[in-house]
């Protein structure tokens, strides 16, 4: 019954003095809607590298063509290396154990042309191999098959953009496209996929929606690179049984290169396994220093609150002495002004956690920053905000319930 009469004298305080207590919460409001906010942030980003590097292979080691000026280049071929090969990628196969699988791909940057639409688009010549190493998938048609690859086909498949581009009102299935002076036949358009906006290692940033497919039996004999100093091929994907022996199976291959490379560095190996766990560490001391600087205002919230029920003890110092003197016990005043102060930090709590939801699907719909919002960040937040009512409320309660009864009714 007491519970039920705290409660009701906290909910008329906050009634009768709806400014003050709303100025009292406002510490409370924007560090809960702050902590959501930014770990909402945090997960949507964390999510977005996870799909960023699932699309390289979480399995795979990548061996990349390095960037060389043409001066660099010709110094390095003078020193008898080729570049990336795909007698590399057969050796690599067959002397590196835990190889499941293994592509090559060559690309090179071009127009793709359908009718009098034109787009600026990636080729990228691959062997069958490679749409199960990085987890692509086709919305219509078939990808790169072994039958396209050993016959020479001259087929294609579509990245999303570039079929949404040439063929906006039309199903691209069986068109032909032409890229630079070949016709090839459409067999398929890829998924929507993530854009790469940032760099990871020797990958280039690009638009995954523009590259273009073709077999690299194709590529090789009918699209020529403008530097003929360049590798024949400029990446090779290794796929391994196992994700902890990566860095081991990365060593060997970098002992094979050097070796059929001649010592020259003209290549670059990436694993995108290695590359997520630093992100994802490095995520989480930006996710706590993100929270820690959140929290702080959750604090400064609490000495709001811990103030002004200071201020309250002092203004109702005679209605403490009159109940004290009919009987209310020092737990019962202690209650009571807990009970007020947990109830500011509760409202102030609802309307925080209101506020962090509205702000983080903002952020999602206004910007190109992704936002996702776990259950525990809500909870934590506003479990925070509960937690820093009843410790800043204490002080106070404490004080009024220390007061003398016979001082209380006398104070004016």
Not at 257 to 269: A, E, G, K, M, T
Request: aromatic share 8%.
């Amino acid at each position: 019954m007491q519970y039920e009469e705290n409660i009701r004298l906290a909910i008329r305080g906050l009634v009768d003095h709806k400014f003050r207590s709303f100025l009292t919460m406002l510490g409370i409001i924007f560090g809960v809607a702050s902590v959501i906010a930014m770990l909402s942030i945090g997960e949507g980003a964390k999510r977005a590298a996870i799909a960023k590097y699932q699309d390289l292979g979480v399995n795979n080691v990548i061996i990349r063509e390095k960037k060389l000026s043409d001066q660099e280049l010709e110094e390095v071929r003078a020193k008898f290396s080729q570049g990336l090969s795909i007698q590399d990628a057969n050796v690599i196969k067959e002397v590196v154990p835990g190889v499941v699988k293994i592509a090559s791909q060559s690309e090179i940057s071009t127009e793709a042309k359908y009718a009098d639409k034109s787009v600026k688009s990636t080729v990228i010549g691959i062997t069958p191999e490679y749409v199960e190493l990085l987890n692509y998938k086709t919305a219509k048609g078939d990808f790169i098959t072994a039958n396209h690859y050993e016959r020479n086909l001259k087929v294609c498949v579509l990245g999303a953009g570039v079929a949404a581009t040439l063929f906006r009102n039309e199903d691209p299935m069986g068109k032909m496209v032409k890229l630079e002076d070949q016709w090839l036949e459409v067999v398929g358009v890829l998924e929507s996929k993530m854009l790469f906006t940032e760099t990871v290692g020797e990958l280039a940033a690009r638009d995954l929606n523009t590259d273009i497919y073709v077999p690299l039996t194709t590529f090789l004999k009918r699209f020529t690179h403008e530097n003929t100093l360049e590798s024949e091929i400029q990446q090779i994907t290794v796929q391994v049984d196992n994700s902890d022996k990566l860095v081991e199976t990365s060593q060997l291959i970098e002992a094979i290169l050097q070796r059929h490379h001649f010592n020259n560095s003209d290549y670059n190996i990436v694993i995108p396994y290695e590359l997520l766990r630093q992100e994802e560490k490095e995520r989480q001391i930006y996710n706590f220093l993100l929270g820690a600087i959140a929290a702080i205002s959750l604090l400064v919230g609490g000495i709001g609150i811990m103030n002004i029920m200071l201020a309250t003890v002092m203004e109702r110092t005679r209605e403490i002495g009159i109940r004290r003197a009919i009987g209310a016990r020092k737990n019962d005043i202690m209650g009571q002004f807990v009970t007020e102060a947990v109830a500011i930090s509760i409202t102030g709590g609802i309307i925080g956690v209101i506020l962090g939801v509205s702000l983080s699907l903002a952020v999602s719909l206004f910007t190109d920053v992704d936002t996702y919002i776990r259950p525990y960040s809500v909870v934590i937040a506003f479990g925070f905000s509960v937690l820093v009512g009843i410790a800043f409320g204490y002080l106070p309660a404490k004080n009024a319930a220390n007061l003398k009864p016979i001082d209380s009714i006398r104070y004016e």
